[in-house]
């Protein structure tokens, strides 16, 4: 999900505050789109890797004192706004997972009951991961955390694209709606000066361009592949023996 970067020096501040909103509000529809449709199709709208890495990037910022990021907006507390609200309504798609989702898997077939286990081993080494990556890196704004947990769900969301068999409540709008926020929220990192964001960047920023490239690239992949297959129907698996 989207941060607030204001290193502008090419297209003036206003314009690119006005651009990461709008990336902001796209990749909210994107989260809401995914809560409606497991509502209404009784299914749950992103693959559980996918859920607890963005849990867990919500639930570092809203809970990690070094995620503050109240200097931004003087007097106020929009970053539990920020964070808070998708931290909600990821833990709705969540639990619809739980309640809609599968309960085993042909390559686990003994798992039966304990399948959401699983579920909760993910969430654990995910989270883990993203917070020791924070403290260790001292990654205080999650400027290098967001991306890399965005390349995790990018990249999950495009393997369910191409692995699941019923692919109710995985929405071609919502994924347009998210490759617009992550191009408009990298777009204005790249428009304006990247040493706001990451000022101790002492050997370059080539390691985040490298980022946004491929969360884009996995971004479009998964929209042109989830639109070809939801226009093919459902694809019938062989078994596994």
Request: net charge neutral.
């Amino acid at each position: 999900m989207p941060q607030h970067y204001y290193g502008i020096t090419y297209l003036g501040r206003g314009f690119l505050s006005y651009t990461v909103g709008l990336a902001a509000i796209c990749s909210a529809l994107f989260v809401l789109i995914a809560v409606w449709d497991g509502w209404r199709l009784k299914t749950y709208g992103m693959p559980p890797l996918a859920i607890v890495s963005f849990l867990s990037a919500w639930l570092i910022a809203v809970i990690g004192p070094f995620t503050n990021q109240s200097h931004l907006f003087p007097g106020g507390r929009a970053e539990y706004v920020q964070f808070g609200v998708p931290l909600v309504l990821g833990t709705i798609i969540l639990l619809q997972y739980l309640r809609y989702g599968p309960t085993d898997h042909p390559l686990l077939p003994n798992l039966t009951d304990r399948f959401h286990l699983l579920l909760w081993a993910q969430f654990g080494a995910v989270f883990a991961g993203l917070w020791s990556f924070v403290v260790y890196y001292q990654d205080y704004y999650v400027n290098e955390m967001e991306p890399i947990q965005n390349l995790v769900a990018s990249s999950s969301l495009l393997g369910a694209a191409v692995l699941r068999r019923d692919l109710r409540g995985l929405s071609v709008t919502g994924a347009w709606f998210f490759l617009l926020g992550n191009l408009l929220l990298h777009g204005s990192m790249v428009a304006g000066d990247l040493s706001d964001p990451y000022p101790e960047a002492e050997h370059g920023y080539y390691f985040i361009y490298w980022l946004m490239s491929t969360i884009l690239v996995v971004n479009l992949a998964y929209v042109i592949l989830l639109r070809r297959r939801k226009r093919e129907g459902p694809v019938q698996l062989l078994p596994i023996s």
